[in-house]
């Protein structure tokens, strides 16, 4: 075998797909943001309502009021109660998925297609006019303060909210815990939720996207009603600062000795989701530690050396420089060897790159699941939701395989020596281990 050629050569042939999602666009004189695509699969409507105020959004030393206000903002407006929301719902056999990111505050879900105006206005008013009575906050807070104590008993969250803070320290809103802890939530009240929603959420940080079988002029105009005599000011830019990784290595044990698992979270700041590297960290971690099962880590950690449950890596770009993320869940007995093993791929991988071979076969397989991806009305809306939010234009999934099918191998071994710094990591280990 010519192990030079079949380091550097590449067979890959890029192959485009007639037609993309073509989406319209239109801004409403208000300033909320309408997507609308029209498909004919089903007799049904996808729709994405997001604002840009997520979990980033959280006041100063209140991390956690964006997630309780998620629980809370269906349990009644100022037309409807928290009975009638429901009903709403359930009669049309609706589920309403709530959903809070670093950046966005989301409304999702699938209707019939001859419901879509009235479930459209249901959504409108949540979004726009939450009541937030006092009884559903008190019973909401008491779900949340369970699941944060519940995060507090899992290793897995343990380790990645720990590596979280240590790579985003004082204060960053990457570092801060979504769902907050159970002092601050245990102290919120109404007035502050209220607040929190008047100072953050307005027109001009809302995008609706509509997909499905509903004709776009019929979509704008539905939009336009419920959306378009919203007013209020838009809030102050979120400026949400570039965060600089740690200048030594760092290890942080959290010690669970009832437990029977060790999750191991090991960590880099990377990039932002418009960093002109991101096509290229993407294909360079898809290799490390996504293809097939868990990629070059899952590879070594989980299949051949049988150390694992589970080993992968993750790639977060967002707003600002996010992370990427080592994980692995062990028996305690096999903590010390999977960190060394962990360190040996980072190793490799800066050493001797990433083979040509390797990158082909990771870039066919992310192009080849573009389509797969794109299947249902839901999917569809998620990704223009997307795309909205990050300003990748409205052909970006036309112009997808290109950008990864211009990514040279050079660039992708670059990316990997710019992030992975072994000396440099951050791990946390959490489980029935002391270190």
Same mark, same amino acid.
């Given at each position: 075998m010519?192990?030079?050629?079949?380091?550097?050569? +590449?067979?890959?042939?890029?192959?485009?797909?007639?037609?993309?999602?073509?989406?319209? &666009?239109?801004?409403?004189p208000n300033g909320a943001t309408l997507l609308t695509k029209h498909t004919t699969t089903t007799p049904a409507v996808a729709i994405n309502v997001a604002m840009g105020a997520g979990s980033a959004a959280d006041p100063p030393g209140n991390a956690g009021m964006t997630w309780l206000l998620s629980r809370v903002i269906d349990?009644?407006?100022?037309?409807?109660?928290?009975?009638?929301?429901?009903?709403?719902?359930d009669s049309r056999g609706i589920t309403l998925i709530i959903a809070v990111t670093r950046h966005l505050f989301s409304l999702v879900c699938t209707c019939l297609a001859d419901d879509f105006e009235p479930v459209l206005a249901l959504v409108g008013d949540i979004l726009t006019a939450p009541s937030l009575p006092e009884e559903e906050l008190a019973t909401r807070k008491g779900e949340v303060l369970t699941a944060i104590r519940q995060d507090e008993d899992s290793p897995a969250v343990r380790a990645s909210e720990a590596l979280m803070a240590l790579l985003y320290p004082s204060g960053h809103p990457y570092g801060r815990r979504t769902k907050g802890s159970t002092a601050?939530?245990?102290?919120?009240?109404?007035?502050?939720?209220?607040?929190?929603?008047?100072? !953050?959420?307005?027109?001009?940080?809302?995008?609706?996207?509509?997909?499905?079988?509903?004709?776009? +002029? &019929?979509?704008?105009?539905?939009?336009? !009603?419920?959306?378009?005599?919203?007013?209020?000011?838009?809030?102050?830019?979120?400026?949400?600062?570039? +965060?600089?990784?740690?200048?030594?290595?760092?290890?942080?044990?959290?010690?669970?000795? +009832?437990?029977?698992?060790a999750d191991i979270a090991c960590g880099f700041v990377a990039v932002a989701r418009k960093d002109p590297d991101y096509y290229a960290c993407w294909l360079m971690n898809h290799v490390f530690g996504q293809y097939s099962i868990g990629g070059r880590l899952g590879d070594s950690i989980r299949e051949r050396q049988g150390m694992a449950y589970y080993a992968s890596s993750s790639l977060d770009a967002n707003v600002a420089p996010g992370p990427l993320t080592i994980r692995a869940g062990v028996n305690p007995a096999n903590v010390d060897r999977a960190l060394a093993s962990i360190?040996?791929?980072?190793?490799?991988?800066?050493?001797?790159?990433?083979t040509q071979k390797e990158l082909d076969d990771s870039r066919r397989f992310l192009i080849g699941s573009i389509p797969r991806a794109l299947?249902?009305?839901a999917a569809i809306a998620n990704f223009l939701q997307t795309e909205e939010f990050f300003g990748?234009?409205?052909?970006?999934?036309? &112009?997808?395989?290109?950008?990864?099918?211009?990514?040279?191998l050079d660039q992708a071994n670059a990316a990997a020596r710019r992030i992975i710094r072994p000396e440099l990591s951050t791990v946390v280990i959490a489980g029935p281990y002391q270190g």
């Open positions: 010519d192990l030079v050629s079949n380091r550097h050569t +590449s067979d890959f042939k890029l192959q485009t797909s007639a037609r993309g999602l073509s989406p319209a &666009r239109a801004v409403l349990r009644g407006t100022a037309l409807r109660t928290a009975a009638d929301i429901a009903d709403e719902l601050v939530v245990e102290s919120l009240v109404r007035d502050q939720l209220l607040q929190l929603h008047a100072s !953050r959420f307005a027109p001009t940080e809302l995008t609706a996207v509509i997909v499905g079988d509903v004709e776009r +002029s &019929r979509a704008a105009d539905a939009a336009a !009603r419920v959306f378009g005599g919203w007013t209020r000011p838009a809030p102050p830019p979120l400026v949400v600062p570039p +965060s600089a990784p740690p200048a030594a290595k760092q290890r942080v044990v959290i010690p669970m000795m +009832s437990k029977a698992q360190d040996e791929e980072m190793a490799r991988l800066v050493r001797d790159g990433i299947e249902t009305n990748l234009g409205l052909d970006y999934d036309e &112009r997808l395989p290109d950008l990864l099918g211009a990514v040279t």
